[in-house]
């Protein structure tokens, strides 16, 4: 009795452990078609680059909020309390017999502190200004390092994204060579039951179904990878089964390269971005150069005290007082802490042209590469179709010359291997010219 419900015990658990495998298989072979567009959305939904990005941005506003308030009036409210210790009182004493000591400042031992003050720059060597106008700048060039990012993002999906269609065109054409094969097996076994085919022919023959076989599993592991790398980029379930939905165009961009890297220049989100780091630069100049100026500024205070100072002679009791004045102030001699400030800040100016300079040029020459390798893949594509036609009628015509017995099998064999080498030639032209465009839009900073 105990062995039969141990064995049922067994018996349920293996059940469930079946059922619970089917479940994931299940869930891991769902299928979610998937749109170029439906792509970038997810990915720029998701990215963690461009939350960084959006973080920076909020940042740099953030500064110039703070620049912009130094401009304005200061106002502070202070108030304390401080008990002292234990002094003789200040008396003054007549030089006549008999004088009593006079009380000229009491001791009061509990102070108490209460100041309403408010401070505005009147000029500060223009320095406010350019901080402000620096600070603006900057945020602008955190805005296209953003954009930057945000393109480089979206080149990197489409890439990833037409890379996971050429793996699946590369296990469709490897699945119709094996089909093909087979079928031609199975009439060579048909001539070779009819004495007209020789059984070292099947045998060549099986051997190239396996080696089909072979490449079509290598292009279903490809497509797997593939795959996996685009659920990583958009952030899903590495097990999505995903199908994607757009075709490859065989059309290139049309358009003079003179052009494009015109608009290069002109609409690089890089570009801008070292363009505005070199007027904040100049401004960080003036700020430096702001610190050879007199600072004058204004200022006015509100005293509510116990005692307060300016009584005298002083008593314990609130009294209120006020005060208001102008203040210059300028350094006179700091050992060249201003020279040395300035220099570096033109250091600063001369690091930003030199790396604006060294940005144009590698876009240029970014540019033509781009334009070169989409010419290439437009130009193969004639070509490989050119190759799969001859490789038909060769596959044909073999077949045709076999049946009478006026060619081998390996004469067939090399016919078929090379349809399928055009085969898959045209499916790589084809998305090398699409993932070419990708690098050409990225190239010039904008959608073609």
């Keep these: 009795m105990y062995y039969l419900i141990k064995k049922s015990c067994r018996i349920i658990c293996i059940a469930i452990l079946i059922l619970f495998n089917q479940c994931i298989d299940i869930k ?30 909020k940042a740099a506003d953030a500064k110039v909020d703070e620049v912009q308030a130094s401009r304005l009036p200061a106002v502070k409210f202070q108030t304390g309390y401080t008990r002292l210790s234990q002094v003789p009182p200040f008396t003054f004493t007549l030089p006549f017999p008999g004088s009593t000591p006079v009380t000229i400042s009491p001791v009061i031992l509990d102070n108490y502190v209460m100041k309403l003050s408010a401070a505005q720059p009147v000029f500060t060597g223009f320095k406010l200004e350019n901080l402000e106008k620096s600070a603006e700048l900057a945020a602008k060039a955190v805005q296209s390092d953003y954009d930057k990012d945000k393109n480089e993002l979206i080149a ?26 087979k079928a031609h097996l199975k009439d060579v076994e048909t001539l ?23 490449r079509m599993l290598e292009a279903n ?27 490859p165009s065989q059309s290139m961009i049309e358009k003079p390269v003179d052009l494009m890297i015109n608009e290069a220049i002109e609409f690089r989100p890089d570009i801008k971005a070292s363009e505005f780091r070199i007027k904040a630069s100049e401004s960080q100049v003036k ?3 702001a610190s050879w100026y007199p600072q004058i500024s204004v200022f006015a205070e509100y005293n509510y005290n ?32 201003n020279t040395s400030q300035t220099q570096q800040a033109e250091a600063q100016l001369a690091q930003a042209l030199d790396a604006d300079m060294l940005t144009k040029e590698s876009i240029q020459i970014e540019v ?16 490989t179709e050119t190759s799969i ?39 790589q032209a084809i998305i090398d010219l699409e993932i070419a465009k990708v690098k050409l839009e990225k190239s010039i900073g904008h959608s073609l």
């Design 221 to 247: 592991n490809q497509k797997q990878l593939a795959m996996m790398g685009l659920n990583n980029a958009l952030r899903l379930p590495l097990t999505t089964n995903l199908e994607t939905t757009e075709n």
């Design 156 to 181: 990197m999906i489409k890439t990833q994204y037409w890379g996971y269609v050429k793996a699946q065109q590369f296990v469709k054409v490897a699945k119709e060579n094996v089909e093909m094969l």
């Design 28 to 57: 891991a072979q769902e299928t979610r078609a998937l749109s170029l567009q439906d792509a970038l959305d997810i990915a720029l939904g998701k990215s963690r680059l461009l939350s960084i990005g959006k973080g920076k941005i």
């Design 287 to 289: 700020v430096a150069e």
């Design 389 to 427: 036609k001859q490789a038909e009628e060769q596959v044909r015509s073999i077949n045709l010359r076999f049946k009478n017995g006026n060619a081998i099998m390996t004469d067939v064999i090399d016919a078929e291997t090379a349809l399928f080498m055009a085969k898959m030639n045209k499916v």
């Design 306 to 337: 116990n005692p307060n100072m300016r009584i005298v002679p002083a008593r314990s009791q609130f009294d209120d007082t006020w005060a208001a004045g102008i203040q210059l102030t300028m350094d006179v001699w700091n050992w060249g802490l």
């Design 192 to 214: 070779n039951k009819a004495g007209m085919a020789q059984m070292n022919d099947i045998l060549k023959l099986q051997v190239q179904v396996s080696e089909a076989e072979y």
């Design 368 to 383: 033509m590469q781009a334009y070169t390798l989409m010419k290439q893949a437009s130009d193969k594509i004639p070509v």
